[in-house]
């Protein structure tokens, strides 16, 4: 193991050296373990939360702002591309000047971004404000993650992941619920000025409870032009996943940003191997346990998040539920998830990371298989316990994988570190939904026209068979004004079948992604560097 010799910027005699070894117990809740982990989980809490939470207030907000479709769907991709995007960056901001100063300025600016939000009157002030979330976001995460890194003993530090995880778990599967709560009863609006008191807690806590630990040989310069080609590469590349389903595969437009992010990432690899202080230290990735985790990371975001998406619109649109009881159906996968993760950092502290990712990984397999076989008419029970061994299998993924990527890297790389680790989730759920979303769409266009011919419904032509082909892959039926109701019922269970076919596939696509997983997970150890960043406070 390696040690890393740190400086507490914040607590009396600022700018000693502190270290694992020789670090005095913290006086009071300055610098405390656990009050560091409320305080960030707090503050990561909004980010998370603010993922889905949004998906449940656009139709609202459409309606009220008189938005087109396209402009709602700025309200996602506009907060997911900031926040990609910089994520990186950011990580770095928090090397070079403090996880504690980086972590409160992103939740005052996500916090202050949130009631700009509820107070807009227009569309383009919605989605202006979104990007800043998504930028505050950013700065927010891996400051989190680092300030847990810098506190926690190693012994403790993947029970602190694990708690971590839990609560990102449980807000971004809650956020479904608590939306359609608020826009149901209150407005739109209160999706977003919810996070404004969320955001003050934070900002207290963290002024009265959090102590900045920094590396002695932190970062002192920027690498301008490695963050401009990163910035850039990144840019490129979730821009073509955004925009590939609309454009299609196989179109231009889309393999030219594929296409511009390898040369804008090959530039950047290039450029990180002569500057003196580079954004990313390419030796980092000389780590394979660090490596591995960040593969495993991208493969579970692909697994989890492309196969969830079509999850949504099965139990809306093919049963009919309500988004309040759609949300109440995952249940079974956030409860798992919040048990699964606190109980996964302990069996990882004690049996290393390798054999819990691996199993891990296999019951998600075996998940998204047992997914595959969803029915139009397949009970509740059965869902249960396909979305409860989802979230089983997640837990220590989720935990293990983080604390692989951030404890393999040094103490002064911990924000980038953490920065990858979002990042990777991030594009993994990116590449998840459009991947699987290509896989969904070529199935329902290669069996929509046969299933509607032998149900004996009237021929369509190539344009209504497009627009028909389009609401079958979110499970809808494309049941014109006036159709009779023979006629109707017999087009929703051909639509029906159709999408669950396409979702059969789908899943068991991801089903083979995890597999996947399964051998990178393999490849995974302790944390070599994660004694590092034992913490001066007591436990």
């Not at 889905?52 to 309606?63: E, H």
């Not at 293990?400 to 920065?419: D, F, K, P, R, W």
């Not at 009237?458 to 159709?483: D, F, I, K, R």
């Amino acid at each position: 193991m390696t040690s890393q010799t740190t400086i507490d910027t914040t607590g009396p005699g600022s700018g000693k050296p502190a270290s694992p070894s020789d670090g005095a117990p913290a006086s009071g809740l300055r610098g405390h373990p656990w009050f560091t982990l409320i305080t960030v989980a707090v503050g990561v809490m909004m980010v998370a939360l603010d993922g889905t939470i949004v998906a449940i207030a656009n139709p609202a907000i459409q309606q009220d702002l008189k938005a087109s479709f396209a402009d709602v769907q700025w309200i996602t991709n506009g907060y997911f591309l900031a926040l990609a995007v910089s994520l990186i960056t950011a990580g770095k901001l928090g090397d070079r000047f403090g996880h504690r100063q980086t972590f409160l300025i992103g939740v005052v600016g996500f916090a202050a971004a949130s009631g700009a939000i509820g107070m807009s009157s227009s569309i383009a002030l919605v989605v202006t404000f979104r990007v800043l979330q998504g930028l505050f976001g950013a700065l927010l995460m891996p400051a989190a993650l680092g300030l847990l890194r810098a506190t926690f003993p190693a012994e403790k530090l993947n029970m602190a992941i694990g708690l971590w995880g839990m609560v990102i778990g449980a807000s971004t599967a809650g956020g479904p619920i608590l939306g359609g709560v608020l826009v149901e009863h209150v407005n739109w609006q209160s999706v977003f000025f919810i996070n404004v008191p969320v955001g003050v807690l934070a900002v207290v806590l963290g002024v009265l409870i959090l102590r900045d630990h920094r590396a002695e040989n932190a970062p002192r310069s920027f690498d301008i032009l490695g963050i401009v080609l990163l910035s850039g590469a990144m840019f490129c590349l979730v821009w073509a996943l955004i925009k590939a389903p609309a454009w299609g595969w196989g179109d231009g437009k889309t393999w030219a940003f594929v296409v511009a992010s390898v040369v804008g990432f090959a530039l950047f690899a290039f450029w990180e191997t002569k500057v003196k202080e580079p954004l990313i230290p390419l030796a980092l990735f000389r780590s394979v346990p660090l490596s591995a985790g960040v593969v495993l990371m991208v493969l579970m975001a692909i697994a989890f998040m492309g196969g969830l998406f079509f999850v949504t619109f099965y139990l809306q649109n093919v049963h009919g539920m309500s988004p309040i009881d759609a949300g109440l159906h995952l249940l079974p996968l956030t409860g798992m998830m919040i048990v699964g993760s606190p109980l996964a950092g302990a069996m990882i502290s004690k049996l290393g990371p390798r054999v819990p990712l691996a199993g891990g990984m296999a019951a998600t397999a075996i998940a998204m298989y047992g997914m595959s076989t969803l029915e139009t008419d397949t009970g509740s029970a059965a869902m249960s316990l396909w979305f409860a061994l989802l979230g089983l299998g997640l837990a220590p993924v989720m935990v293990g994988a983080t604390e692989v990527i951030v404890g393999n890297a040094a103490m002064e790389l911990s924000g980038v570190a953490g920065g990858l680790q979002q990042a990777a989730m991030q594009i993994g759920g990116s590449l998840g939904t459009a991947v699987l979303g290509a896989v969904m769409a070529s199935k329902v266009d290669n069996d929509l026209a046969g299933n509607w011919k032998a149900a004996g419904l009237p021929e369509l032509n190539p344009t209504q068979l497009h627009q028909a082909s389009e609401a079958v892959q979110v499970g809808m039926a494309p049941v014109a004004p006036n159709t009779p109701a023979p006629v109707a019922a017999k087009i929703a269970d051909v639509a029906h079948d159709t999408f669950i076919s396409g979702m059969s596939l789908a899943s068991l696509v991801a089903c083979g992604v995890a597999a996947v997983a399964i051998l990178v997970a393999l490849l995974t150890k302790r944390g070599e560097n994660a004694e590092a960043g034992a913490g001066v406070g007591h436990i």
